[in-house]
Structure formats: C-alpha cells, structure tokens
C-alpha cells in the first residue's frame, strides 16, 4: 500500500540536485543560506535553482538568525514558498518574520529529550508548520543536517499539534518507514541520508527515500 507522505529534500545545490529530487515526487525542495555549511547556496545560485522547480513543489530558504537586512536581500533575490528558521529565533521572532515578509514560517526545533518537547507548543501558536529535527550535539559545527536521529518514541502519543508539521534528524531510506510508524509523521525532511559524501546530493538516494517514505 502506498502513503501520502509529503517528503522534503533539503539542502540542494545544483539542477541535478533539482531534478532528482522533483522526478521522484518532492513535495518541498530546500536551499540552505548558511555560510558555515556545505551545502550553503548564494541568493544568485538558488535564484537560477528556482527556476527550474516545478510548479507544486515548493521552495523553502533554510537560514540560521536571519536578521531583516539578509532576509530583505533573500526574498527580494529569490522566489520562495516558504522560510524555514532552523536557529534559536523565539516564538516572538518568528511572528515577526511571518508578518514582515507574508510567507509561511517552518520553525525547526531541536529534540534531544522529552525536555524540549515543551517550547513546542509556543512556535506552533505562530508558525506555519514545525519541523520536528534531532538537537545538534553541543560541539557540532551546525544546528542541522547532522545526519544524527533523536528518539523517535519521543513523539508518539504527541502526534498532533494545531499546525503541520515534519519529522527530520537522520532519515534513510532504510529507517524511514520505521519513523513514521513510530511517529504518525505525514511529512518527512532529509538531507545527509540522501547525500553520497557531505553535501553532495546522489539521485539515487533521493529516488530510494521517497520509495522508501511512501511505500
Ligand atoms: O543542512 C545543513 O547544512 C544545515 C545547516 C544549518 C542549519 C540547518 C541545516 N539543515 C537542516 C535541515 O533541514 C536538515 O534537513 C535536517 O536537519 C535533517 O538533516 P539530516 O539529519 O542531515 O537529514
């Protein structure tokens, strides 16, 4: 039997990248705007991306405390659906981003132990959707795309917030299906499990997620 789970490829950097992740049934696609990451695109970059994502596959910018000066240059420089704040923006920020620029907001929030599944219900209150990800270790370079899962059994029995939302953290083809069971996740975001070395996107991988999630 087939599911309806919307997928997320996060963290493209060519066409390529593009076309895998659309021919095999994207429902989002991410451009990561963080210097310090390897996966890190210029407004320039993800501006002539865009172009080629097809309609109904929405285009999501990834940035890390973006202030209003970089967040002005990067809705004026690429056509978006929506922003994804994956750093330690308040619930109050994240209101003003949604307001200020008139796209959805998908706050990222990290979960290493039951303990972080309070602030939950603050960003949901204002966001659009959540992305539910694994806490960074302490010492990691990046606040995402880590390829590290967090406890899965976290989430069950707390299945339902007033927003959508999307599980993420060290998703494979090989453990997806088992996420989502153990989760009740309908959206699901990958980055490194589709990656055949750091921040290089492989066409295959991505093909095996979405048959994997889906199936
Ligand atoms: O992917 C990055 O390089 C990145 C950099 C800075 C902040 C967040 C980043 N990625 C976040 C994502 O949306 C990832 O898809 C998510 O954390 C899951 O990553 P992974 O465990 O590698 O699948």
Known sequence: ?????????????????????????????????????????????????????????????????????????????????????????TPTRVAEVKARYGLPVMK??????????????????????????AKPPKNADLPGGNGLAFDWTLLAGRKYWTVPWMLAGGLTADNVAEAVRLTGATQVDVSSGVEGSVGVKDAGLISAFLAAAQA
């Open 1 to 89: 039997m087939s599911h309806d789970i919307r997928v997320k490829i996060c963290g493209l950097r060519t066409g390529a990248d593009v076309a895998a992740a659309a021919s095999a049934g994207s429902s989002y696609v991410g451009f990561v705007f963080y210097p310090k990451s390897p996966r890190n695109v210029s407004f320039q970059e993800a501006a002539a991306l865009a172009v080629d994502v097809p309609m109904g596959v929405a285009k999501v910018a990834l940035v890390v405390n973006a202030n209003d000066a970089f967040l002005d240059d990067l809705t004026a420089a690429v056509p978006l659906d929506m922003l994804q704040l994956h750093g330690s923006e």
């Open 108 to 133: 990222a929030v990290g979960i290493a132990d039951a303990s972080d599944l309070a602030q939950i219900d603050a960003y949901a209150a204002v966001a659009d959707q959540l992305l539910i990800d």
